[in-house]
Nanobody
């Protein structure tokens, strides 16, 4: 089992920044990659960004490219999402997730076995 605790959300004005964290514990040696997903009110949950745990290969949605940066600290078993130039449309609950097997597609939600509880990000205009 892998336990994920995500944090760092809050209220910020448009153009501002936030950094989300996701701390992993338990059988962290089984993690192949981790990712961030978000769900806005009335919308389906969508992919934001992901990173492979050992090599650090990243993938991110077009909507956040150039503004959000995903990273990880293997020693601390923690993943981060640095969010800059935030827009009101970034408002959502952000979830971190972990997958324990290798695939070529980081974006498939159904392939992630472990999920954090979610952290709210609200961007005011």
């Amino acid at each position: 089992q892998v336990l994920l605790i995500d944090s760092g959300g809050g209220l910020v004005q448009a153009g501002g920044s936030l950094r989300l964290s996701c701390a992993a514990s338990g059988r962290t040696f089984t993690i192949y990659n981790m990712g961030w997903f978000r769900q806005a009110p009335g919308k389906e949950r969508e992919f934001v960004a992901a990173i492979s745990w050992k090599v650090g290969i990243t993938d991110s949605a077009d909507s956040v490219k150039g503004r959000f940066t995903i990273s990880r600290d293997n020693a601390e078993n923690t993943m981060y999402l640095q969010m800059n130039s935030l827009k009101p449309e970034d408002t959502a609950v952000y979830y971190c997730a972990a997958r324990t097997y290798a695939t070529l597609n980081f974006r498939r939600q159904d392939e992630y076995s472990y999920w954090g509880q979610g952290t709210q990000v609200t961007v005011s205009s």
